[in-house]
């Protein structure tokens, strides 16, 4: 049972324009939500995180919007540029959970 | 130096054979687990173990046992390898305190088994 799900497994975005990419969770005790960055045959890492009393978290070229009400969260990378392409996990977690619960992943591919 | 090391990292071999995969972490963390992500690339937990005790067990065969001789260190031991064992593992830690921070992930050990 999957309570956080990437409902588009891939996106293609030009150079230099917006990548958009959403998530959507079920577990309404979930409070804290990451994005991880993965290259291949390498880790993820850690890219930005917020927490549910926020809307909005800004890191450079990233930002991660959330919406609890329709318990939904997005990642814009903004411009896209060809080293962001790689698979973008979306994770969450409940207070005082030492487990994240990830979605499948976004293959995001900038086109130069 | 790489922060969460993970060896091996291809690992090839037969149905029925046993198998350890290992890990170490040098950030001073807490806490560190085991993920498994299967063909269908979601990434589940499996284990975590905080300062040696573990804390978290999913639902995994109990041919999975992990291992943690101190801190900075947590192996995994599989019994009896299956066929649907084959997947990538990896390994992260963190500094975790009473909750999830943010997690760092091995390169991950891909385990194919024949």
């Known amino acids: 049972d999957q309570q956080v799900k990437q409902n588009s497994p891939s996106l293609s975005v030009q150079e230099g324009r917006i990548s958009i990419l959403n998530c959507d969770y079920t577990n309404s005790m979930f409070d804290y939500f990451l994005w991880y960055k993965k290259y291949p045959a390498e880790g993820p890492t850690f890219l930005i995180s917020?927490?549910?009393?926020?809307d909005k978290n800004e890191d450079g070229r990233f930002t991660v919007f959330l919406n609890k009400s329709a318990k939904h969260l997005s990642l814009h990378i903004v411009p896209s540029q060809p080293g962001d392409s790689a698979v973008y996990f979306c994770?969450?977690?409940?207070?005082?959970?030492?487990?994240?619960?990830f979605g499948a992943g976004t293959t995001v591919t900038v086109r130069a | 130096d790489t922060a969460v090391s993970q060896t091996p990292k291809y690992l090839v071999t037969q149905m029925g054979n046993d198998k350890s995969i290992k890990c170490e972490q040098n950030l001073g963390h807490d806490t560190m687990y085991w993920y498994k992500q299967d063909s269908k690339k979601f990434l589940k937990i499996m284990f975590s173990?905080?300062?040696?005790?573990?804390?978290i067990n999913e639902t995994v065969p109990n041919r999975f046992s992990p291992k943690s001789p101190d801190k900075a260190h947590l192996n995994l031991h599989i019994n009896s390898l299956e066929l649907g064992d084959s997947a990538v593992y990896f390994c992260?830690?963190?500094?975790?305190?009473?909750?999830?921070?943010?997690?760092?992930f091995g390169e991950g050990s891909r385990l194919t088994v024949l």
């Open positions: 992260a830690s963190s500094q975790s305190g009473r909750a999830a921070g943010e997690l760092f």
């Open positions: 173990y905080n300062n040696k005790e573990l804390i």
């Open positions: 994770a969450a977690r409940g207070t005082n959970d030492y487990k994240l619960s």
């Open positions: 917020i927490s549910s009393i926020k």
